[in-house]
């Protein structure tokens, strides 16, 4: 599978999704989460992955430096949120494609359930013309 950090008009190759990605970016997210950490550490928690997953040169293209003081600390943020989508893509992918095949299926359910009315109406018209065929049947 190919994963991929879209970012600025650039595109920049993720490794595997492993037990160790996914690991670290729980990590990050409860860290993240937790109001006692001080953001700075935050930052630098995701800019270390961001490195880590898209290479140092990568980071420092995107960033316009590799010191993170220099750093804007939302293309931090947005980088590390990218990357995290860019793992999710194939299978967000996969869903849309499994719900418009469900979305097929449940038309074809409700025009089956349509057609049947209107057979049942064609039965009503054809047996009200003074059709002697058995109830239920008809001849056309």
Same mark, same amino acid.
């Given at each position: 599978?190919?994963? =991929? ?5 650039? *595109? ?17 997210n409860a860290q993240n989460e937790n109001t006692r950490i001080p953001d700075m550490n935050k930052y630098k928690s995701m800019h270390e992955?961001?490195?880590?997953? !898209?290479?140092?040169?990568? =980071? +420092? ?16 943020? !947005? ?5 995290? *989508? ?13 719900? +418009? ?6 038309? @074809?359910?409700?025009?089956? @359930?349509?057609? +049947? ?10 047996? *009200?013309?003074?059709?002697?065929? =058995?109830?239920?049947?008809?001849? =056309?």
């Amino acid at each position: 599978m190919v994963y =991929a950090l879209e970012y600025n008009g650039g *595109s920049y190759e993720l490794p595997k999704f492993t037990k160790s990605v996914s690991d670290k970016i729980e990590k990050i997210n409860a860290q993240n989460e937790n109001t006692r950490i001080p953001d700075m550490n935050k930052y630098k928690s995701m800019h270390e992955f961001i490195c880590e997953m !898209i290479g140092n040169e990568n =980071a +420092a293209e995107i960033f316009e430096t590799d010191q993170l003081d220099e750093i804007d600390l939302n293309d931090i943020t !947005i980088c590390y949120l990218g990357i995290c *989508s860019g793992y999710e893509k194939p299978v967000n992918d996969f869903k849309k494609k499994s719900s +418009a095949i469900d979305e097929r299926d449940r038309q @074809f359910v409700l025009d089956l @359930f349509k057609n +049947a009315g209107n057979l049942k109406e064609l039965e009503k018209i054809v047996n *009200s013309r003074g059709n002697k065929t =058995a109830p239920g049947r008809f001849s =056309a």
